[in-house]
């Protein structure tokens, strides 16, 4: 019983360590500045380790010849790819702090919420589940063509209306 109330103790001191190191972390995330960036680089996103964006560029071109339909797409997948390799930086230095720590569970429960080693997948990852990736000029392009597909398709009367 004894025993058990003095492994109770130390894990409350590790907590407690951990409360401080976790303070410190946000603020090292924090200054962290990480980039993300879609349609060959004609729109870039800078957020911080925390996921906070901080910085939206858009090239010029897109602007003056008034994609906005082009820029409403890049956008997204500019601020998705920075705040995904965001979660990996976060994921990354979590692990690291808890490293030392020797809380029974604490690696599992960290997995759960996707701050750990996650259990290797046994299928291969959609394209939907993929790692975001700069979208090239080609993809855009085809998504613009596949868009247009789906408004003409909306006009024919057999198509479900927009929500």
């Known amino acids: 019983m004894f025993k058990a109330l003095g492994n109770l103790k130390s894990m409350f001191e590790q907590a407690q360590q951990m409360g401080g190191k976790v303070e410190e972390l946000k603020a090292q995330l924090r200054q962290q500045k990480i980039e993300g ?74 997995a759960g919420f996707g701050l750990g080693p996650a259990e290797p997948s046994t299928s291969e990852p959609s394209e939907s589940s993929a790692a975001p990736s700069e979208t090239s000029d080609s993809a855009v392009t085809d998504l613009n063509e596949s868009q247009s597909e789906n408004e003409d398709s909306e006009n024919d009367g057999n198509a479900l209306p927009p929500r």
């Open 37 to 110: 960036s879609s349609g060959g680089g004609m729109v870039t996103v800078v957020v911080n380790g925390l996921g906070e964006m901080l910085q939206l560029k858009i090239d010029p071109l897109l602007i003056d010849n008034g994609e906005r339909e082009m820029i409403e797409d890049l956008v997204p997948a500019a601020v998705n790819q920075a705040r995904e390799k965001a979660m990996q930086a976060h994921s990354e230095a979590m692990q690291s702090m808890a490293g030392g720590l020797n809380i029974p569970g604490l690696e599992k429960a960290m």
